[in-house]
């Protein structure tokens, strides 16, 4: 009577006279086709129960997986991060491991297609190893080449093959897929943990470290089978669960560690940004021929800090025009680089010098007198009254006015460029530089 009651429920069908080739480990648990209630006595209602149990366990791991995998594979659009396109491959291929092992527990009954599904299986779960831990070695060195990421493809398909088709008693091949992946995820543990890229890795190698243990427990649920034919039916319901727990608490860790090589992503083009708006702030601000600053930088000086008098000095070089017409642009450029150096050689380092365009500089001197300022000016003009590595003599001519504090800019400005043309007016009406009559001080 039971069972002829156990024939007439969907998926418990009797054991066969012998052991079935298909028995579904740890962490595999979608494995109730061939489970029987005749053989282990135990009332209809508990083997109701634990079926209803699988086929939500079932659900909840599939779904598990398949929601990592579209999150991954989102991610993956919007991050070009190598880790997070691995990982996602990952996470497919462990959905599509799971569906064929569904498929092949509780929908076909065919033998060659259920063993189809099975190595359909192995694939994907090999695939989920070998993605997962190519992943982790690029987070941990970026660039890092894999034996996932070179020819992983083909190294799945191969070890699917041959695990399903070398013997079958597919208990074999399981105990070797499994072991080789807690292998693989307990070696991954001590690399993460030894050689952190960032503090939050090492939640990674929890993650890690979880999985390799599930995956090591499964050779020792599958030790049964080689004499009983049957896995212990009692945990398969907890190991589904148990795995969908491991793989959520893997997936968590992972975003960890994106969010953290993003960051660090986001921080390295921060610097390169500054360094780039830098170099372009110079460019705009600095005259390039000379390395002075040009009157764009004047905006930026901080001239109301500075509770004295600050010289504003202009210098004008005479005969510039003369100098292009006669030797050209070229020897013309240089004999302002001359010009340029000269100024920044004779005045103070806290002394600031633009170029003001074309053949004029001006100079900013916090405190300095007019003495101090004459006398600087004759040691400029005396270093460039001779031709020096081929370049021509400069002639200079100065304007000088004092900036008081709280005085607009522009004012001193005006009087100084007025005095520098107001002494070359007089250097050409004498016909000698006006600096001949000043001595240093």
């Known amino acids: 009577m039971l069972a002829g009651r156990v024939a007439t429920r969907p998926f418990l069908l009797p054991f066969p006279a012998k052991p079935s080739p298909y028995p579904w480990p740890l962490p595999l648990p979608f494995s109730l086709r061939g489970f029987t209630l005749a053989s282990g006595g135990l009332p209809v209602t508990w083997a109701d129960k634990r079926l209803e149990l699988t086929h939500w366990a079932v659900v909840v791991h599939l779904g598990v997986a398949t929601l990592l995998a579209v999150f991954f594979f989102a991610l993956s659009r919007s991050l070009k991060l190598v880790e997070v396109r691995l990982w996602a491959k990952a996470w497919g291929s462990n959905t599509v491991a799971l569906a064929a092992i569904g498929l092949a527990g509780f929908v076909v009954a065919e ?13 994907g779960k090999t695939a989920f190893v070998l993605w997962t831990l190519a992943g982790v070695a690029q987070h941990l060195v970026p660039g890092k080449s894999t034996l996932a990421q070179a020819r992983g493809g083909w190294f799945v398909v191969l070890w699917a093959v041959t695990l399903s088709l070398v013997t079958r008693d597919l208990a074999t091949p399981l105990r070797a897929q499994s072991s080789v992946g807690g292998r693989g995820f307990l070696e991954a543990t001590m690399w993460v943990w030894q050689h952190p890229r960032f503090p939050r890795s090492r939640r990674l190698a929890g993650a890690l470290l979880i999985q390799g243990l599930l995956f090591s427990s499964s050779v020792a649920v599958l030790l049964p089978v080689v004499w009983l034919g049957q896995p212990p039916g009692a945990v398969l319901p907890l190991s589904a669960f148990l795995d ?18 993003s960051t660090n ?9 500054m360094v780039a708006f830098q170099r372009l702030r110079s460019l705009v601000s600095h005259d390039p021929l000379t390395g002075l600053a040009n009157r764009r930088a004047l905006d930026e000086e901080p001239l109301r800090q500075h509770h004295q008098n600050v010289a504003v000095i202009f210098f004008d070089v005479d005969n510039f025009k003369e100098i292009n017409d006669r030797y050209g642009h070229v020897v013309g450029d240089a004999c302002l680089v001359r010009a340029a150096t000269a100024i920044a050689l004779r005045f103070r380092p806290e002394d600031r010098g633009f170029r003001w365009g074309g053949d004029e500089f001006l100079v900013l001197a916090a405190g300095m007198d007019e003495a101090s300022v004459q006398a600087r000016f004759v040691q400029v003009a005396r270093d460039l009254q001779q031709p020096q590595d081929g370049l021509p003599a400069c002639h200079l001519s100065m304007g000088l006015s004092q900036l008081k504090p709280g005085a607009p800019l522009e004012e001193a400005l005006a009087e100084a460029d007025a005095a520098m043309y107001q ?10 530089p006006p600096w001949l009559n000043h001595r240093p001080a």
């Open 244 to 261: 969908s727990g491991a793989e959520l608490l893997l997936g968590m860790c992972m975003l960890i560690a994106v969010e953290s090589s």
């Open 265 to 273: 992503q986001l921080q390295h083009l921060h610097g390169e940004l």
């Open 111 to 123: 033998e060659p297609v259920r063993h189809l599904c099975i190595m359909v299986y192995l694939g």
């Open 423 to 432: 002494q070359r007016q007089l250097r050409r009406l004498a016909g000698k």
